[in-house]
T-cell receptor, first 115, second 114 residues
Framework: AQSVTQLDSHVSVSEGTPVLLRCNYS??????LFWYVQHPNKGLQLLLK??????LVKGINGFEAEFKKSETSFHLTKPSAHMSDAAEYFC?????????????FGTGTRLKVLA | EAQVTQNPRYLITVTGKKLTVTCSQN?????MSWYRQDPGLGLRQIYY???????DKGDVPEGYKVSRKEKRNFPLILESPSPNQTSLYFC?????????????FGQGTRLTVV
């Protein structure tokens, strides 16, 4: 069965330091993987997606993620955090189960950026 | 501008009083869905629709109804709301279901049932 585990419910970093948000998945097939960001009182916005092309995926606002099949991971990183990055981040997996596709959301990681 | 529009954004209601949350998309997407977001649980799918007049249950459908009479609209209906349906609700649409397709989300509807 598909599942997504976001290993940290809360992450705090100082402005200007690197960001690492961790995501592990399980999937029976070749999955597609996404990271979405949710700013306060906003809907979810796509940051980046992996769909079996390059394993290092670059997204918006300087974020990137690396698909590691051997580790079943899709961690989100950014070299230098900005105050505007404070938000909740969701890792999502999508693959075929019983002949149909389905999105499975992680439980979210709330990122706090300290001045 | 491509968008998914939900209304209302905020709603407080009483137990048992029927309500409808509207959702409309302007991207001609075939696939639409409703999610609820609860702390520590992420987003869970309530219902989805593959196309007009085609709807199916998601993971947490109890207490909800939907309809898809037009491609652009996908309202969520709570016939008799209960306090355990207090949540943040999101409508989403995409060109098709799953795979590498990006989903577009509405701004959310925060529902409180007292």
């Amino acid at each position: 069965a598909q599942s997504v585990t976001q290993l940290d419910s809360h992450v705090s970093v100082s402005e200007g330091t690197p960001v690492l948000l961790r995501c592990n998945y399980s999937s029976s097939y070749s999955p597609s993987l996404f990271w979405y960001v949710q700013h306060p009182n906003k809907g979810l916005q796509l940051l980046l997606k992996y769909t079996s092309a390059a394993t290092l995926v670059k997204g918006i606002n300087g974020f990137e993620a690396e698909f590691k099949k051997s580790e079943t991971s899709f961690h989100l990183t950014k070299p230098s955090a900005h105050m505007s990055d404070a938000a909740e981040y969701f890792c999502v997996v999508s693959d075929r189960t019983s002949g149909t596709y389905k999105y499975i959301f992680g439980t979210g990681t709330r990122l706090k950026v300290l001045a | 501008e491509a968008q998914v529009t939900q209304n209302p954004r905020y709603l407080i209601t009483v137990t048992g009083k029927k309500l409808t949350v509207t959702c409309s998309q302007n991207m001609n997407h075939e696939y639409m869905s409703w999610y609820r977001q609860d702390p520590g649980l992420g987003l869970r799918q309530i219902y989805y629709s593959m196309n007009v007049e085609v709807t199916d249950k998601g993971d947490v459908p109890e207490g909800y109804k939907v309809s898809r009479k037009e491609k652009r609209n996908f309202p969520l209906i709570l016939e008799s709301p209960s306090p355990n349906q207090t949540s943040l609700y999101f409508c989403a649409s995409s060109f098709r279901r799953g795979g590498g397709t990006e989903a577009f989300f509405g701004q959310g509807t925060r529902l409180t049932v007292v």
